[in-house]
């Protein structure tokens, strides 16, 4: 069966610093990868997806990069962290053909 | 474009009570549809989804939701409520060949005792 897998659960980190979120599957291949972000009374906001390796699409400019350098490992990014990239950020796949997407338990992150 | 209005962020019910938390569309085409639910400090779980056939969709937990496209809705409902059922709720559309999911802003039930 397919697993997913995101770490750290929980992230404190000064403004500034780099920040490296990673999230792998388990289970399947060539899967769709997506990092969201929750904000509190924000909903979800998609960040990226990326259909194969190498190619990431970014749904809104931001601090945050991301790349897959495996086929089944998603890694989220910053070179400076801002107060505003708190959050609670979740990675998730899909099989292609789009039916439902798979949550991993997310990272709740906080920049002080 | 896609998207997605869940009416109401907070909604109570008593428990053994029916639960309502409504969900509007906006999609081109035809849609897939689905309602996930997030307990505290977790990732989301998937209640249920509708791709195609039948437009009332059973899920777990004995929610149910309907597609009606005339009215481009997908209300999730459930005949008694259960304190377990203390949760956020999000819906979320998709369309074959975008790729991507889009969620509404979620709605917070609470269960009364």
């Known amino acids: 069966s397919q697993t997913i897998h995101q770490w750290p659960a929980t992230l404190v980190q000064p403004v500034g610093s780099p920040l490296s979120l990673e999230c792998t599957v388990e289970?399947?291949?060539?899967?769709?990868l997506y990092w969201y972000r929750q904000a509190a009374g924000r909903g979800l906001q998609l960040l990226f997806y990326?259909?194969?390796?190498?190619?990431i699409s970014s749904e809104v400019p931001q601090n945050l990069s991301a790349s897959r350098p495996q086929d089944r490992q998603f890694i989220l990014s910053s070179k400076k962290l801002l107060l505003s990239d708190s959050g609670f950020y979740l990675c998730?796949?899909?099989?292609?053909?789009?039916?439902?997407?798979?949550f991993g338990q997310g990272t709740r992150l906080t920049v002080v | 474009a896609q998207s997605v209005t869940q009416l109401g962020s907070h909604v109570s019910v008593s428990e053994g009570a029916l639960v309502l938390l409504r969900c509007n569309y906006s999609?081109?085409?035809?849609?897939?549809l689905f309602w996930y639910v997030q307990y505290p400090n977790q990732g989301l779980q998937l209640l249920l989804k509708?791709?195609?056939?039948?437009?009332l969709v059973k899920g777990i937990n004995g929610f149910e939701a309907e597609f009606k496209k005339s009215e481009t809705s997908f209300h999730l409902t459930k005949p008694s409520a259960h304190m377990s059922d203390a949760a956020e709720y999000f819906c979320?559309?998709?369309?074959?060949?975008?790729?991507?999911?889009?969620f509404g802003t979620g709605t917070r039930l609470k269960v009364l005792a």
């Open positions: 289970g399947t291949s060539n899967p769709n």
């Open positions: 509708y791709t195609t056939g039948a437009t």
């Open positions: 979320a559309v998709s369309q074959v060949g975008t790729y991507k999911y889009i």
């Open positions: 990326s259909v194969g390796i190498g190619q």
């Open positions: 998730a796949w899909s099989e292609q053909g789009n039916t439902e997407a798979f």
């Open positions: 999609s081109s085409v035809p849609p897939y």
